[in-house]
C-alpha cells in the first residue's frame, strides 16, 4: 500500500468544496476534488479497518467525513477507538492523519469528542497527566483557544498540572506520531500503530479512575 491517495489530499485541506453543478468553471476541479477526497478517506478507513482487527475487543468508529460543514476540506481524519464499556463522553483511543505531504504519518493519542463533551469529559482526559510519559509521547495542550506541542517531560507534566487546576490550560491530549515512509506496507503501520495503542493504553485507562 502506498498511501498516495493520503499524500495528494493533505495539501487541499481548507479547500472550499462547491458542489460540480454550482461550480462553473470549476465543474472538473471539484468532481476531481471529490474524487480524491474520497479515495484518501477510503485510504484511512483501511488502515483504520486493519488496526481494528488487531485492537480487539476495541472497536472501530466511523472515520471522519473528508469536509466538514462549512464544506472546507478537513485537514485531517480520525478514527476512535472505543470499548463496549465505555460512554461517549469518555476519552478514547484514536489514531489521526497529520503533517503536509511531504512529512506525514499517524498520530495514536488519548483523547475524546468535543461534541459529545460532558460537564466531566475535561476532567477525565486530564488525568492522563497522572502518569510519567515515556518513549517518543508528547503532549498536545489547549491554552486560551489555541493548541499547541508540548514534549512530555516531568517539568511540563507538573506545570501542566498546575495550569489544569488553575483553569489556565483547557485540556492536554497525550499522542506519539508515526511517520508514514515511502517503503511502508500497510502491515508494517499497524505493527508500529499497535505499539503506540500499547504504549498509551495506561494513559487511557487513567481516564477511567
Not at 9 to 29: D, F, M, S, T, V
Not at 111 to 132: G, H
Not at 196 to 201: A, I
Request: charged share 35%; net charge positive.
Amino acid at each position: 500500500m502506498s498511501f498516495n491517495k493520503l499524500k495528494e489530499y493533505l495539501p487541499y485541506r481548507g479547500e472550499k468544496y462547491i458542489k460540480p453543478e454550482k461550480a462553473g468553471n470549476y465543474r472538473q476541479y471539484m468532481m476531481d476534488l471529490r474524487d480524491l477526497a474520497r479515495q484518501a478517506r477510503d485510504e484511512f478507513s483501511l488502515i483504520s479497518k486493519s488496526f481494528e482487527d488487531r485492537v480487539k475487543p476495541f472497536k472501530a468508529e466511523r472515520v471522519s467525513q473528508w469536509m466538514n460543514q462549512s464544506q472546507l476540506c478537513r485537514p485531517h481524519f480520525w478514527c476512535y477507538f472505543r470499548l463496549p464499556s465505555d460512554d461517549l463522553d469518555d476519552s478514547a483511543l484514536a489514531i489521526r492523519l497529520y503533517g503536509e505531504s511531504d512529512n506525514f504519518g499517524i498520530s495514536v493519542e488519548v483523547s475524546f469528542v468535543e461534541r459529545r463533551r460532558s460537564e466531566n469529559s475535561l476532567e477525565k482526559q486530564n488525568k492522563v497527566l497522572n502518569l510519567l510519559p515515556f518513549g517518543a509521547m508528547y503532549y498536545f495542550v489547549q491554552k486560551n483557544g489555541i493548541s499547541f506541542k508540548m514534549d512530555a517531560t516531568e517539568e511540563n507534566r507538573k506545570n501542566l498540572l498546575k495550569q489544569v487546576k488553575s483553569g489556565e490550560v483547557r485540556k492536554v491530549l497525550v499522542k506519539q506520531d508515526i511517520p508514514i515512509e515511502t517503503d511502508h506496507s500497510l502491515e508494517r503501520l499497524i505493527d508500529d500503530l499497535l505499539k503506540s495503542f500499547d504504549e498509551l493504553l495506561p494513559f487511557y485507562k487513567e481516564t477511567k479512575k
